[in-house]
């Protein structure tokens, strides 16, 4: 029955081959990432906890900073900002990992991005899904905005993808790109309201959160699962304009340039 | 002997493909910022190929033969478009195109089923064509009982065999042999791809075949271009290529072994010279 209706819908769609082989590339990938592991998907999720636990034994306990659900709200800035940095950090190496597929075989180079970041974004939806289900469980009301919490998703998937591309370029010229990426990991992290409150955000250092592209993603995150507060439009908006800004930016970039990499390879 | 028509399916004009190598490129953040205050870099430049001009037929096997360092890679990476060349060229190819080279185009930490299902589709393959043409693709490859094993277990054989037969199955519609039977010296698989072959002439699909086997492209192949130092020295029929090819080689053998001798001589009458001395 289940498959009989995935058939008619991919017929529906154009050229649905397309659709297929992003998708059978993206679970190979998922699978090569977790299932060759004795625990699985399960790291997906260890891994945030690991740290949520290491940031609440210091900033909680040893730092004194607790607000309500302390532990929540820096679990919901670690699955965003773990999830993009992974799924980029893989993007850096995809033209040189998936040679094998690029020097044999004629297809669209784009492809292998969005599987990878399609890839990246399966062990998001299944951490995000574990973080709803924590904040309904300690009582956190589920407001009407939630419609948008898709278009939020989305937004993080345009941008994950744009930037993947770009910094697949810049590796062809520059294999150290990923040193400097590990380097940003830290900076954009703390630069964010990840652990600190939004009211530090204030005056002068507002411009932080429009400066880091995830930043803005964030926020309206937590505004809808964690305060239960409406979105802020300003930085949907921004923020989704600049995502298509930087997959516009990065297809140019790979089909310019993508041939390159098997020359400096 | 086969369904040849004069659609043209490769076709390259004016192709020239120049290397720059850098003698301490800029890899590094670190090369780059040293490399502002130290401007003068040699710059090593290599013409790998130089004007070529070619046209392949739809249901044509063409053979492409040269010594090692000829440029008959560099010419598969541009009819494959995996990579760019020198400004003025075109490079036209209709249909997909599918590069089979001995242990590549496969994912070593997949299985054999993953890797079937991953370059079926990439070659437009739906998945339901897949799934209906599978039992054929293992069997011909004759590893049933190794479906679920990762291929970095394959052996070289095995490796082969999956990639011809994923090609055979698949709807590429250019074949390039890149070295492809060189390597296996698998007997019954040399004496199944010759069947294969032959079949996939039948169904009108293209093949392209770099080989240093060079019988093979005189078994095969209906024409031919020989590549040295970057240009085509010859083309035309392929057993006439061939022929002068060997004969170039035959030639060069025998001129080395000259040469070999002369200087085996001198050495002796120099030593003998001094002995006497």
């Known amino acids: 029955m289940l498959s009989k209706l995935k058939t008619n819908i991919l017929n529906k769609i154009p050229d649905n081959n397309r659709y297929e082989r992003i998708w059978k590339i993206a679970q190979v990938d998922f699978k090569k990432r977790y299932f060759n592991t004795k625990l699985g998907l399960l790291w997906a999720l260890i891994n945030p906890l690991f740290r949520l636990f290491v940031f609440y034994f210091v900033f909680a306990w040893i730092g004194r900073m607790r607000g309500d659900n302390f532990g929540i709200y820096i679990f919901g800035a670690l699955i965003v900002w773990m999830s993009f940095m ?65 278009l939020l998703v989305i937004n993080l998937y345009i941008l994950t993808l744009g930037v993947s591309l770009i910094l697949a370029v810049i590796n062809i010229y520059l294999k150290d790109i990923h040193h400097v990426w590990s380097m940003y990991s830290l900076l954009g992290f703390w630069t964010m309201p990840s652990i600190f409150p939004m009211e530090r955000f204030t005056g002068y250092l507002e411009i932080l959160l429009w400066i880091n592209p995830v930043a803005g993603i964030l926020v309206n995150i937590r505004n809808i699962l964690f305060y239960g507060k409406p979105i802020e439009w300003k930085f949907f908006f921004y923020n989704f304009a600049l995502a298509i800004l930087f997959y516009l930016i990065g297809e140019y970039l790979l089909n310019k340039h993508w041939q390159n990499s098997l020359e400096k390879a | 002997m086969n369904q040849q028509n004069d659609e043209i399916v490769v076709r390259l004009k004016n192709v020239s493909k120049t290397f720059f190598s850098k003698q301490n490129p800029s890899v590094s953040i670190r090369d780059l910022a040293l490399g502002l205050f130290n401007r ?42 995996s990579m760019k060349p020198d400004e003025g060229a075109t490079i036209e190819t209709k249909g997909v195109m599918l590069r089979l080279a001995l242990g590549m185009g496969m994912d070593p930490n997949l299985s054999a089923r993953e890797n079937i299902f991953v370059n079926g589709s990439i ?53 390039l042999l890149d070295e492809f039977f060189g390597g296996v010296g698998d007997q019954d698989f040399r004496k199944k791809s010759t069947r294969a072959f032959k079949k996939v002439i039948l169904q009108g699909k293209t093949i392209i075949m770099v080989s ?53 001589e001198k050495k002796r009458n120099r030593r003998k010279k001094r002995n006497a001395e």
């Open chain 2, 212 to 264: 240093h086997a060079v019988q093979n492209v005189k078994k095969h192949c209906e024409r031919a271009i020989w590549i040295d130092k970057g240009i085509i020295k010859m083309e035309g029929a392929a057993d006439a290529v061939v022929d002068a090819y060997i004969e170039n080689f035959k030639l060069l053998e025998a001129k080395k072994e000259l040469e070999e001798k002369e200087l085996k």
């Open chain 2, 40 to 81: 003068r870099k040699e710059v090593k430049v290599v013409k790998a190929l130089q004007n070529i001009n070619l046209e392949i037929r739809k249901g044509e096997t063409f053979g492409i033969i040269g010594s090692n360092g000829s440029g008959k890679s560099t010419l598969i990476h541009l009819m494959m478009q």
């Open chain 2, 123 to 175: 070659l437009g393959l739906s998945f339901s064509h897949i799934s209906s043409i599978f039992d054929e693709i293992i069997a011909y490859a004759n590893i049933e009982d190794f479906v679920d094993t990762p291929v970095k277990h394959f052996s070289k054989g095995m490796h082969a065999r999956l990639k011809f037969s994923i090609a055979l199955h698949a709807n590429a519609e250019i074949l």
């Open chain 1, 86 to 150: 992974e799924t980029t950090s893989a993007g850096i190496r995809l033209l040189h990992a998936k040679k094998y597929l690029l020097m044999n075989i004629q297809f669209n180079k784009l492809d292998l991005f969005i599987s990878n970041t399609t890839a990246g974004f399966m062990g998001f939806l299944f951490n995000l899904v574990a973080y709803m289900i924590i904040s309904i469980g300690v009582g956190i009301p589920i407001i009407p905005d939630i419609v948008w919490l898709p």
